[in-house]
């Protein structure tokens, strides 16, 4: 069936270093969305990427769009202790059905 | 605040009840989508309604239904409890059908005994 994968699936680092997480599928999407969801929390939209290729920069947050449309990365500058939480990617497939990713938890050590 | 509002916030019923979760999208949004998250399930994709009509289907159980009403609140209904039911219900909503900034609500723990 569909699947996006998300790697890794936990992650710590030190407070100032640097953070990725990566999403695969194993066919075209026609879009990849990013969300984060603070412990204790819900999930809060962070972006959307359309076209291959693609780059959207949030401050200190940069995501990427494959050229081939079948991944995608998130990652964060000098992170911080607000940074703290679990990234998911998320993307529509054919039948209009909404997929997330597995997740990555990312943790930062102060 | 996301602008979805759901209810009740937490839930423990017994094993093979039945439980009513209620959404309220945030004001404007005609697309509203359910979800359930569990430790080892992640986020699932249950049910997605525009505009009162059924848009997309998930993994969702045949002892699971959900309606969008004309308000455009939605309920999801879980029937015949099981354990294995114990999770995090979303809500989320969005303005059009392609999950474009969906904003999810502060979510229903339910819990199954």
């Known amino acids: 069936g569909q699947q996006v994968m998300q790697i890794p699936q936990y992650q710590h680092v030190q407070e100032g270093e640097d953070f990725t997480t990566y999403c695969n599928s194993s066919?075209?999407?026609?879009?990849i969305q990013w969300y984060k969801q603070r412990p204790g929390g819900h999930p809060v939209f962070l972006i959307q990427?359309?076209?291959?290729?693609e780059v959207k920069k949030q401050k200190r947050l940069t995501f990427q769009f494959g050229e081939a449309k079948k991944n995608s990365s998130l990652h964060i500058t000098a992170t911080q202790t607000t940074d703290v939480g679990t990234y998911f990617c998320?993307?529509?497939?054919?039948?209009?059905?909404?997929?997330f990713g597995t997740g990555t938890s990312l943790t930062v050590i102060p | 605040d996301s602008g979805v509002t759901q209810t009740p916030k937490h839930l423990i019923t017994a094993t093979g009840q039945r439980v009513t979760l209620r959404c309220s999208p945030r004001?404007?949004?005609?697309?509203v989508y359910w979800y359930q998250q569990s430790l080892d399930q992640g986020l699932q994709f249950l049910i997605q309604?525009?505009?009162?009509?059924?848009?997309a289907k998930g993994n969702i159980l045949e002892r699971f239904s959900a309606q969008q009403f004309p308000d455009l609140h939605s309920e999801l209904n879980l029937s015949s409890l099981e354990l294995g039911d114990s999770a995090l219900y979303f809500c989320?909503?969005?303005?059009?059908?392609?999950?474009?900034?969906?904003?999810f609500g502060q979510g229903t723990r339910l819990t199954v005994v």
């Open positions: 989320a909503s969005s303005a059009g059908t392609g999950h474009t900034e969906a904003f």
């Open positions: 066919t075209t999407l026609s879009n």
């Open positions: 990427l359309v076209k291959s290729g």
């Open positions: 998320a993307t529509k497939y054919i039948g209009n059905q909404f997929y």
């Open positions: 004001s404007g949004d005609l697309s």
């Open positions: 309604y525009y505009n009162g009509e059924e848009r």
